[in-house]
């Protein structure tokens, strides 16, 4: 299956392009696309006595009335509502003549009890909120608690952002074609598809690669090549050293829980930098993980020079203040001397995204140092807002919109977390997740996301797909473990998410 998702806007050139190129003309796509709605309504509600077709004035219409003749042919009652009509000339205007159904306005529709609805209304041209017959449409079904398949996309819902404009279907089954598209993952979007089915209706592989932009569905085949793999040879610290730093006596097990998961990521060692007073709690509850008391930017400015960390992580339970500021910066500052003995990047969660929220141009700037170590940003919404005040202000763009902005701003990547987590890298890669799981909304889960970031990077992993790989097997260690999970349950869940990686190419 691709990887890629496609924009509305590629999607209409990957069309365009297939036309051009063949087998299939428009109409030859539009057949394919409406046959393969119908299937789905076949299979999914074979039971189906009544199907209600709602079809636009546009392609997505022409979809809808392919599946209305089709699922006619079958056998099925079949009533159909139409919101303006098919341009002249249009391939959606044939289908509708190859349609032997008279359609109703949308403005007398319906809902009748039991039906199954074939929503074909909008779908990547939503141009504009749901409002009117529409939304009444909406209104009606949710009311009745009809079964929607959705034709592409709910209508209602941006196949860009996965925003809803005014209104939109909740379908219990979403038909789209060829490529999944951003709408498709990010919320409330996600939610409103029920089940995604991607159907080939033809479009050459050659022609999507052509159109395809930097826009991914985060699984395993995204990063797998580059996932660490121990060889048969190595020592400890060949397998990547990450150093955790520590807030104080009582805020100690944030930076634990990182610490296990860089471990349990494969990092070879792993070493918890505390401060002074702190060391005796800390020494409490470490077995494996190495123990080193750093108090100031002196004692800092050693561990660097040493050069045997490669990545970091700074913030869970750090506090927010001029400390984490100098040490994340000091960090970022040492990448030449660090470069040479390995040092590859430095993960700021939690304390230390807040201890910069007056000052992130500081951040930005040292980040932004050709020899700096590669800078993960893993800001939840709350954080983002208080880092990227404007781009966070930018209504227009979609929560990947945003961060893109911000990872190129910040010359970082930005791990934007939530239920539907983004990945970006100041290149414009981005990667959408969709294996979230609610259980990982739990104190300390995003303490360990930040430790396996580290114990990935710290074993060469580049940084953006070490970013998208944590994500990943952070989000389904949650899933395996499900209710009652608390964040001590991640880390210890890693090896069984991990194996699989290893055992087949097909895993994820
Ligand atoms: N060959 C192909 O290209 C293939 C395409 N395929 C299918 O085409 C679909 C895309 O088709 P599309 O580009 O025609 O857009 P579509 O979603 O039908 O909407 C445009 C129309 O709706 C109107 N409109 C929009 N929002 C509205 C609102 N809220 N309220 C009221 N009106 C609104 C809009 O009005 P306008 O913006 O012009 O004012 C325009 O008239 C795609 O999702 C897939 O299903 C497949 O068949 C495979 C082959
Ligand atoms: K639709």
Not at 19 to 38: H, K, S, T, W
Not at 347 to 358: E, K, Q, S
Not at 487 to 505: C, G, M, N, Q, T
Request: proline share 6%; net charge negative.
């Amino acid at each position: 299956m691709r990887l890629e998702l496609l924009t509305p806007a590629e999607m209409a050139d990957a069309d365009r392009l297939a036309i051009a190129e063949g087998p299939f003309d428009g109409i030859g796509l539009m057949r394919n696309a409406g046959r393969a709605v119908a299937d789905v309504v076949l299979e999914r509600f074979p039971a189906a006595a009544h199907v209600q077709v709602l079809v636009g004035p546009g392609n997505n219409g022409g979809d809808g009335y392919v599946a209305a003749r089709i699922l006619q042919e079958s056998g099925i009652a079949v009533s159909l509502w139409a919101s303006g009509t098919p341009r002249e000339g249009s391939d959606a205007a044939i289908a509708a003549e190859e349609c032997p159904l008279t359609a109703s306005p949308l403005a007398e529709f319906e809902a009748a009890a039991g039906a199954v609805v074939v929503d074909a209304l909008y779908g990547a041209g939503l141009s504009k909120p749901l409002s009117g017959d529409a939304a009444r449409a909406v209104t009606l079904i949710t009311e009745k608690k009809l079964k929607v398949v959705a034709v592409d996309l709910p209508s209602g819902v941006s196949g860009e952002s996965g925003k809803v404009l005014g209104s939109a279907f909740r379908a219990a089954v979403t038909v789209t074609f060829a490529c999944k598209k951003p709408g498709h993952l990010l919320l409330p979007g996600r939610d409103l598809c029920g089940d995604l089915i991607v159907a080939d209706i033809g479009i050459r592989s050659s022609v999507l690669d052509t159109v395809a932009g930097r826009i991914f569905e985060n699984k395993p085949p995204l990063w797998r090549d580059v996932f660490p793999k121990p060889a048969v040879d190595t020592h400890k610290y060949r397998r990547g050293h990450a150093g955790i730093f520590s807030g104080g006596p009582t805020t100690t097990g944030a930076a634990r829980l990182s610490a296990l998961a860089a471990a349990r990521a494969g990092a070879g060692a792993v070493t918890v930098f505390s401060p002074g007073n702190a060391l005796a709690v800390n020494a409490m509850h470490l077995t494996s993980i190495m123990l080193r008391k750093v108090d100031d930017i002196a004692e800092l400015a050693a561990v660097l020079g040493e050069g045997r960390s490669s990545a970091f992580v700074l913030g869970p339970g750090f506090g927010v203040g001029e400390k984490a500021r100098d040490f994340a910066l000091a960090i970022l500052a040492a990448g030449g001397r660090l470069a040479e003995a390995g040092a590859e990047g430095l993960v700021l969660d939690a304390d230390g995204i807040t201890a910069f929220r007056d000052a992130p141009q500081w951040l930005f700037e040292a980040a932004a140092r050709a020899e700096a170590p590669a800078l993960v940003l893993t800001p939840h919404e709350g954080e983002f807002v208080r880092l990227f005040p404007e781009i966070a202000g930018k209504e227009d763009l979609s929560k990947l919109g945003k961060a893109r902005a911000a990872a190129e701003a910040a010359h970082a990547v930005i791990i934007y977390k939530g239920a539907d987590t983004v990945i970006a890298a100041p290149d414009g890669r981005t990667a959408i997740n969709s294996n979230g799981a609610p259980w990982l909304a739990t104190a300390g889960s995003g303490d360990v996301l930040a430790g396996i970031v580290a114990g990935l990077i710290a074993q060469r992993m580049p940084p953006f797909e070490a970013a998208c790989a944590a994500v990943w097997l952070h989000a389904e260690a949650g899933s395996q473990l499900g209710p009652g999970l608390i964040a001590e349950d991640l880390p210890a869940a890693l090896p069984r998410v991990i194996k699989p990686l290893y055992l087949s190419p097909d895993a994820g």
